[in-house]
């Protein structure tokens, strides 16, 4: 059973060309959630896919291909939110900036693209800055009758 036959509306967004399958089980190998199953000479997706990616890595014969939405689900109004990690930046090279990605799902359709990186930068500092204000303040005040008490506890 080919995914080329019918797109979910949900599930995985990977697909095997039935055609071009051979059922070598590299990319059953390569799948870090053990997804993919050989059945009857060719492979299939059949437990759970996280769309890493690793089986159209990997596939010799091109069978595994990226399924894409289709063009009325994106556009169509919906607002749709992507929020991608750091990590696809990288998957890029150096000849694309961190920016250019951003504007182009941007530029896909989806309504709304969150970046990661930067709120992470936002939290960053904002952790730092409270952890220097903390270290500027006065440990507790204790009048001079608890002062002992504390110093038995300790």
Known sequence: MSRTAEKPS????????????????????????????????TARIEGVCINCGECIRTCPRNAVSLYTRQEDDVGSGNQLVISPTTVIFSQFGPDYLPNDILLALRKMGLGYVH??????ELFSFATELYIRESRKKESPHF?????????EIV
């Open 10 to 41: 949900k599930g995985p967004y990977v697909e095997i060309h039935a055609e071009r399958c051979n059922g070598c089980v590299v990319c059953m190998k390569a799948c870090p959630t053990k997804a993919i199953r050989v059945r009857e000479g």
């Open 115 to 120: 970046d990661q990186s930067y709120t992470s």
């Open 143 to 151: 009048p001079q009758g608890q002062q002992d008490i504390v110093g």
